[in-house]
């Protein structure tokens, strides 16, 4: 299984432009993520999904849109570039199942720089 | 608002020592209580978990301890080796909605 897979890796956006961050899972989890890490923060909850075509506001959505067309994939766009998005993106999922650690398995995360 | 509050931002320790890191919760709602570490480059990945209803969960070196009625965890590292150097968040949830709320980081250095 290749996990949690997340592109780019890197990425340099000029104010005002737009993209999509990309994800996938193979592990078969209903429940995806979006994290954002800035300097020195922890994690904040953007955005999230408990299955295919439902998806729900976190902490700080403003700014993204998410879509949820397939278990696998859970792409995270970005409207409008602004350098407060300057951050680095993980993405995550974890299982429906009733396992008591319900860990959430973490992407190698994309770090964005907007100019 | 920060719901998690972790302390200290960063530690040093010398090899065979305790590493302890601090978490303060306000939330009651709260119910579950995992330990992440993040390796830099890497995505975090989960080391420990707990729930409310133990004081204690130990995992080899990993130990977390909670305390309910002051809203309270830490997580103690035994014998810290220099590999156990990472970025350790703590965070919590409310069983059902799997969001994680996240503090705001240890930077753990031990030093051979």
């Known amino acids: 299984n290749a996990g949690v897979t997340q592109t780019p890796k890197f990425r340099i956006l000029k104010i005002g432009q737009s993209m999509t961050l990309q994800c996938a899972q193979d592990?078969?989890?209903?429940?995806m993520y979006w994290y954002r890490q800035d300097p020195g923060m922890g994690l904040k909850l953007i955005y999230y999904s408990v299955g295919a075509g439902i998806t729900d506001k976190g902490e700080v959505p403003n700014g993204y849109n998410v879509s949820r067309s397939t278990t696998e994939d859970f792409p995270l766009r970005l409207e409008l570039a602004a350098p407060s998005q300057t951050s680095v993106y993980f993405c995550?999922?974890?299982?429906?199942?009733?396992?008591?650690?319900?860990?959430?398995?973490f992407g190698p995360g994309t770090r964005l720089t907007v100019t | 608002q920060q719901q998690v509050k972790q302390s200290p931002q960063s530690l040093i320790v010398q090899k065979g020592g305790i590493s302890i890191i601090n978490c303060a919760y306000e939330?009651?709602?709260?119910?579950?209580f995992p330990w992440y570490q993040q390796f830099p480059g890497k995505g975090p990945a989960l080391l420990i978990a707990i729930r409310p209803d133990v004081s204690e969960k130990k995992e080899g070196r990993f130990t977390i301890s909670f305390n309910k009625s002051a809203k309270q965890f830490s997580l103690h590292i035994m014998d810290s080796q220099p590999g156990d150097s990472a970025t350790y968040f703590c965070a919590a949830s409310i069983t059902g909605r799997r969001a994680l709320t996240f503090g705001s980081g240890t930077r753990l250095q031990v030093q051979p």
């Open positions: 995550a999922s974890s299982s429906q199942g009733a396992t008591p650690r319900y860990e959430q398995y």
């Open positions: 939330n009651t709602a709260f119910d579950y």
């Open positions: 592990m078969n989890h209903n429940y």
